[in-house]
């Protein structure tokens, strides 16, 4: 397993190189520095340059919520160079400090499940203001300068919001029926479902971009377009779920002609009455606040082990000790346990060959402008390099962080700062899978038939809303019911995929459960695309009493491992296709308890 692993560890992925961030980022890390040099004071450009690292941040989501994310990067990177200069001659608080930096930013970035580089960089940020010269009185000026770095990078980021505002939803939708074409065409044949859970991660995601992207204040033509269009694809697939997949014939292959030129033909279209309602941070924070979500626990882990990591450093003689702390916080910046062990190999290797390179360039004592152009040309590697493998991309940011760290302290002993580095970065990789591997092993194997559980009964709850007398549109969209099953559906999705990554792994119990999670998920789609529909048929109470004991029963199956008799489930007029999807649950759910039996015997 472990041979494995180290292979994996470096694979190199055949993905796309992305020129344009690349560019970006090398000019965002570069001018601060350049302008320091020009205005006579180096050093200061060198901490604005640390500001220039929010770019970083940058990734394809709607602009109204890259906005949010990189000012909360700038700020979060200002106020921790803040923090880091006031703490530094207090040990035991900046560990705890650093700790709390790096737990708060991965609870955030995992509630509102936004891509990147998390918390690393703000505790790059916090750990090398620990290590510059001791004076609490520059903490206003060193955040100031941060700042105006991550202003610059902000300005650049969103520069493409002014040429195509809606850029990042549009491309999203254009693959929702890309996938759904491809459904249509699948329809009947051995593919049709894997297709069909590919359109609906399609559809889903979809959804989450053109809530991110709606500003309530400036809804433009183009967003009620797509808002229409995505609409539009979610009745065709209900359609065909409700009327036409019940047969298994394959569709005619013009009607997914049809469907690739459906968007072409209703981008002209305006929809002035479509209505978007987003939960609020409140409620998202508040789900994720929870002791049995992925997400809080996996920030409380990070926070406690960056603790440790950041006591122990400061308890020996190390040379500049934020390296051991630094190490740590990039190693547990994986999802999984397997994630983590490949990031303690690349991280290692690929640091040791970056700190040997830095090494050599600051060994020639290169000065002003030629560190500018050493700095822009690392930060853009480390942009191409992270898409290719980790270990490459760690070789560029450590070449990068040393030049920024030692640029201006004239040390002359490179072998030395070698050596050093070299011993900070083992043992911070060291204490990151250490910690990772005694607090989280089989987290997510034991928390997941509770969360399977937890999930299926906020659906049985919406559902009960939905079809009930007691509803109405607008409460329907707004309910805390449906929420909560939005927020459990989503940490069921982190915590089946982590458990894959843990060690040791029951691959076939988890490969065996793959079905059910599908089914899950699936009616949740089918649960949220039901509620457009203003005329939703009214259950009677024996229905919703069955209702309640289907969903009870698998609950309580799932939870407890018990033996699964399948139930009758009662018919929805015109949403059959809920009903179908419970009984493929069941049956799913059936299968997984006889595996399970038939693994307890032998």
Request: charge should be positive; proline fraction near 3%; charged fraction near 15%.
């Amino acid at each position: 397993m472990y041979k494995i692993a180290i292979k994996r560890a470096f694979k190199m992925n055949k993905n796309p190189l992305p020129w344009t961030k690349a560019i970006c980022a090398g000019i965002c890390s570069g001018v601060p520095p350049l302008i320091g040099l020009l205005l006579g004071n180096f050093q200061y450009g060198l901490l604005a340059g640390i500001g220039g690292f929010t770019y970083l941040y940058v990734f394809n989501i709607p602009y109204a919520l890259r906005a949010k994310k990189l000012l909360f990067a700038l700020l979060g990177m200002s106020l921790s160079v803040g923090l880091g200069t006031l703490l530094a001659p207090f040990s035991l608080t900046s560990a705890i400090t650093v700790g709390l930096i790096g737990a708060i930013a991965t609870f955030v970035f995992g509630s509102l499940r936004i891509a990147g580089p998390a918390a690393i960089f703000f505790v790059l940020a916090f750990t090398m203001a620990t290590g510059m010269t001791l004076d609490p009185s520059l903490a206003p000026l060193r955040t100031g300068l941060v700042l105006l770095g991550g202003v610059l990078a902000w300005i650049i980021g969103m520069m493409g919001g002014f040429m195509n505002p809606h850029g990042p939803e549009t491309i999203a939708v254009q693959q929702v029926y890309k996938d759904l074409a491809l459904y249509m065409d699948s329809v009947g044949t051995d593919d049709s479902n894997k297709a069909r859970q590919r359109l609906v991660l399609s559809l889903k995601s979809a959804e989450d971009n053109l809530s991110a992207g709606y500003i309530s204040w400036r809804i433009s033509d183009q967003y009620k377009r797509l808002l229409l269009l995505n609409n539009q694809a979610n009745q065709i697939y209900m359609d065909v779920l409700e009327r036409i997949e019940k047969s298994k014939d394959k569709l005619p292959l013009e009607l997914g002609a049809s469907i690739r030129t459906t968007m072409n033909e209703l981008m002209n279209q305006t929809n002035p009455g479509i209505q978007i309602f987003k939960p609020s941070l409140k409620t998202v924070f508040g789900g994720s606040f929870d002791k049995n979500s992925i997400v809080f626990l996996t920030a409380t882990r990070y926070g406690v082990v960056l603790t440790i990591a950041a006591i122990i450093a400061y308890s020996f003689d190390f040379n500049r000790s934020y390296w051991i702390t630094l190490s740590c916080a990039s190693v547990m910046s994986g999802s999984t346990i397997i994630s983590t062990f490949h990031r303690a190999i690349q991280r290692s290797i690929g640091t040791i060959l970056g700190i040997l390179i830095a090494s050599i360039i600051l060994s020639l004592h290169p000065e002003g402008l030629v560190i500018v152009i050493a700095i822009v040309i690392l930060t853009a590697l480390t942009e191409l390099a992270i898409v290719v493998n980790y270990a490459i991309a760690a070789l560029f940011i450590t070449s990068n962080a040393l030049l920024l760290a030692e640029s201006t302290t004239q040390l002359h002993n490179t072998a030395f700062l070698a050596s050093a580095r070299i011993t900070d970065v083992l043992i911070g990789s060291l204490i990151g899978l250490i910690g990772t591997l005694l607090i989280g092993k089989s987290q997510a194997s034991n928390l997941l038939p509770h969360v399977m559980a937890k999930t299926l009964r906020s659906e049985q709850q919406f559902l009960m809303m939905l079809f009930s007398e007691h509803r109405s549109n607008a409460d329907v969209q707004k309910s805390a019911a449906q929420g909560k099953m939005r927020r459990n559906l989503t940490n069921l999705n982190i915590v089946y995929t982590t458990a894959f990554g843990e060690i040791p792994s029951n691959t076939t119990a988890l490969e065996a459960l793959r079905p059910a999670i599908f089914y899950i998920e699936q009616l949740g789609y089918l649960l949220e695309s039901s509620q457009k529909y203003a005329d939703r048929p009214i259950l009677s109470d024996e229905s919703l009493s069955q209702f309640l004991l289907v969903f009870e029963t698998m609950a309580i199956a799932i939870e407890q491992q018990r033996p699964f008799t399948r139930k009758y489930v009662p018919e929805i007029t015109d949403f059959t296709n809920i009903q179908q999807d419970i009984n493929e649950l069941q049956d799913a759910l059936h299968i997984v308890a006889i595996q399970r039996n038939k693994m307890n015997s032998s």
